[in-house]
């Protein structure tokens, strides 16, 4: 399976068309109006248009009640959800149920304690996206640059693919695939020049850095295949690494 790349809170056509030609297999259009990200439902029903057949859309969204989700929906018309809130595994398998979309759940990691909730959405959610937690104080869930520490998933075993995220940036993705060999990554900050201005020289610097270290020998080893060590959802996990004191890069 190749890595799979999303880049995540386009809002405008250029920088969406950035994406597009440096072949992200993923795009995703950011639902929650405290972020810099957030678009309009006229402005997502163009990108939609745009990227629709050429990547994956995401509708990325945050706590959404049903009627918010079916107002997103048709306006732009994603093929897969992103749900970056406090949902519990019962209502990402109602939302699952009542709008037939894929979706991928966004859990933040901060240490082992972490990774044993990831169980309860490996049944219910069709992708995993593991990202950092919020700094205290942040405003948005997700979206804020920050990494944590990828050795935390060194060997971990999932029912699901998952994609890598939180901090990645053009900079230190090739590091991210050489350790983890995520089977997906997605970033937002990392490619931007300010907060919410996404940047096409950075956009294409990721997915170059990303393909590169993935042509090294980044692919991931099919699911089920756990290897000696390795950390399957719900087992004991291995003792921990010595704690990293800076974050990756
Ligand atoms: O990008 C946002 O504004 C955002 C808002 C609310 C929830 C999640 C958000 N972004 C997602 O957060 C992760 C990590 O982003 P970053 O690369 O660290 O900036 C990523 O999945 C974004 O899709």
Known sequence: MSLEIKICGLSTAETLEAALGAGADMVGMVFFAPSPRHVDFATAAVLGAQARGRAQIVA???????AALA??????RP????????ETPARVAAIKARFGLPVMKALGIAGREDLAALAAYESVADRLLLDAKPPRGAVLPGGNGVTFDW????GLDLARPFMLSGGLDPENVANAVRLIHPPGLDVSSGVERGPGIKDPSRIE????????AEA????RRPS??????????????????????????
């Open 60 to 66: 990325l969204t945050v706590d959404a009640d049903d």
């Open 71 to 76: 107002a997103i929906l048709d306006a732009l």
């Open 79 to 86: 093929g897969m959800l992103q749900l970056h809130g406090r």
């Open 151 to 154: 050795n935390l998933l060194a």
């Open 205 to 212: 610097a990721f997915l170059r850095a990303a393909r590169a």
């Open 216 to 219: 090294e020998g980044g692919a």
């Open 224 to 249: 089920g295949d756990t290897p000696a060590g390795a950390t399957a959802i719900g087992a004991k996990p291995t003792p921990p690494s010595p704690a990293r004191e800076t974050s990756p890069s």
